[in-house]
């Protein structure tokens, strides 16, 4: 065989643990064995490469009956019955066994690539012609096998048994060997190809359990750094925030004139400082709110809420910075619900009512109208707008059960501007932590990157839910639904 010659797996010799049954379905060669029985006549047995009988077609002879019932007769045939299945067999011809009472035995190996897997026993039968039984007598070997053997008997018995010409066993071998090639061929290829698969998937889920324990070390490992994370950026947001502190209140000190006057370039300078600080401490309360809701360590106190305060308390803070930049804002509540008036409401009172943290719900719509005047046109045509109902909502999470389930009723807050948008390929990953549509360090607006992640964590925690859609007219929407309160907590 050549180096580049592949073997071929259904040449190789059977492996010593390969049963028949491994190899070939035993009703199969049961089938075998009945077609030869039925063609010929002639009892057939097949046995096992450990001797084990698999099948067994065809009526014993009647004087194997006789002979079987005297002491010695039986001990003899059972010799020849250990010999049949003892007897070493040549791959390359059947092997013919000759018993005592002149029947004979065929043995035709089940075999592959020279390796004996079973054997095919066909007999007892007699030759024809046979010389003796021809001239009345019996065989010198069987009339001297037990002395009690009912001679008479046997000679009338012995001439039943099934006869065949040499040429004739001689064929019924060839056919049998050729046969049981064929079948053996095909089963033991697929017997190769069923263990190759078995080791290849072996193999396969080896090579998944090594790549999975890798995955599980490496996800440890992000998980034990992302805590380190966590906790790196909560202790540098406390230690930057003490000095911070006192920067933010000596400058105040020195506004006032505390350290004496100052001229009009100082003030000026300070001015800077004091507005810088701002936001560099807006940034670290940031940070910090972020690992605080990392770690679920942030506090959340609910109560009955009135969103339209909490909106008005937004609108009045921002006002100023959105009137500097020229961007108009405004405030749209909607009282009624579909189907009827707000729940929630105290005497003539229809204004919507959650059940959550003010504090935390007015950090949520900072964060997002703050966010919309930053993104808004500084030329005098930038709309933000803030709009409140009460909507029937549907949870897509129950389906099948939808049609016999109310719908829940929530407080829906739309924060819409016309700025710049957010393009469809990032609408899924603005709520990501750090996550910025324009990433470059060049960017035109700064901040974190943290704003929306805190949002959508807030909101999760009162368990309501943000999304951003397109806005009509150019820009953004973000929409905030949030149960509605019924009076029950």
């Keep these: 065989m050549s180096e580049d010659t592949t073997p071929d797996p259904v040449g190789e010799p059977l492996a010593g643990d390969v049963e028949l049954s491994d190899i070939v379905d035993l009703d199969a060669l049961r089938a075998i064995a009945r077609n030869v029985n039925w063609l010929f006549g002639v009892p057939v047995r097949v046995f096992s490469k450990s ?36 007897q070493a067999l040549s791959a390359d011809a059947p092997c013919a066994i000759a018993c005592f009472t002149s029947a004979r035995y065929e043995i035709v190996p089940v075999e592959h690539h020279g390796e004996c897997g079973g054997r095919f026993v066909i007999g007892p039968y007699r030759l024809d012609p046979d010389p ?3 001239r009345g007598e019996l065989p010198q070997s069987l009339v001297a096998i037990d002395a009690r053997l009912d001679t008479a008997r046997a000679l009338r018995l012995l001439p039943e048994m099934v006869t065949l010409s040499a040429e004739r066993a001689q064929q019924l071998c060839d056919h049998v060997r050729l046969v049981l090639e064929n079948v053996m061929r ?16 072996r193999e396969s889920y080896r090579e998944l359990r090594a790549k999975h324990a890798q995955l599980e070390d490496a996800n440890r490992r992000l998980q034990e750094l992302d805590s380190l994370k966590t906790s790196f950026l909560s202790t540098v947001s406390h230690e930057l925030r003490t000095p911070l502190t006192s920067i933010i209140g000596y400058g105040d000190m020195l506004l006032d004139g505390m350290a004496g006057p100052l001229t009009d370039e ?8 004091r507005r810088q600080s701002d936001q560099l401490l807006h940034l670290i309360t940031t940070l910090l709110d972020a690992s605080r809701l990392e770690r679920g360590t942030m506090p959340i106190q609910k109560q009955p809420t009135k969103i339209a305060e909490v909106l008005a308390d937004v609108v009045s803070t921002l006002a100023p910075r959105a009137i500097e930049k ?12 579909p189907g009827g008036p707000a729940s929630g409401r105290s005497g003539g009172d229809a204004t919507p009512v959650v059940f959550g943290d003010p504090n935390r719900l007015r950090q949520v719509f900072l ?3 703050e966010n919309a005047v930053k993104f808004s046109p500084s030329d005098g045509s930038g709309i933000v707008s803030l709009s409140t109902r009460v909507v029937e909502d549907g949870d897509a999470d129950r389906v099948g059960y939808i049609l016999f389930a109310p719908l829940e009723r929530k407080v829906e807050v739309r924060v819409a501007d016309t700025g710049t948008g957010i393009p469809d390929r990032v609408k899924r990953r603005v709520f990501d932590p750090f996550y910025q549509v324009e990433a470059t360090s060049t960017r035109e607006y700064s901040g974190s990157g943290l704003g929306l992640s805190i949002v959508k964590q807030l909101v999760d925690a009162h368990g309501g839910t943000v999304a951003v859609e397109d806005n009509p007219g150019g820009g953004a929407v973000f929409v905030v639904r949030l149960p509605l309160w019924t009076g029950q907590t």
């Design 132 to 134: 003796e039984l021809a």
């Design 367 to 369: 964060n997002l109208v």
């Design 186 to 201: 095909a089963g033991y290829q697929a017997l190769v190809t069923s263990r190759m698969h078995l080791a290849a998937t």
């Design 51 to 86: 001797g084990a009988l698999v099948a067994e077609v065809g009526a014993q002879a009647a004087i194997c009956g006789l002979v079987n019932g005297v002491p010695d007769g039986r001990k003899g045939c059972s010799s020849v019955v250990a010999e049949v299945k003892r």
């Design 326 to 337: 020229g961007v108009y804002l405004e405030l749209r509540t909607e009282v009624t619900a």
């Design 266 to 273: 100082q003030r000026t300078f300070l001015s800077v400082v």
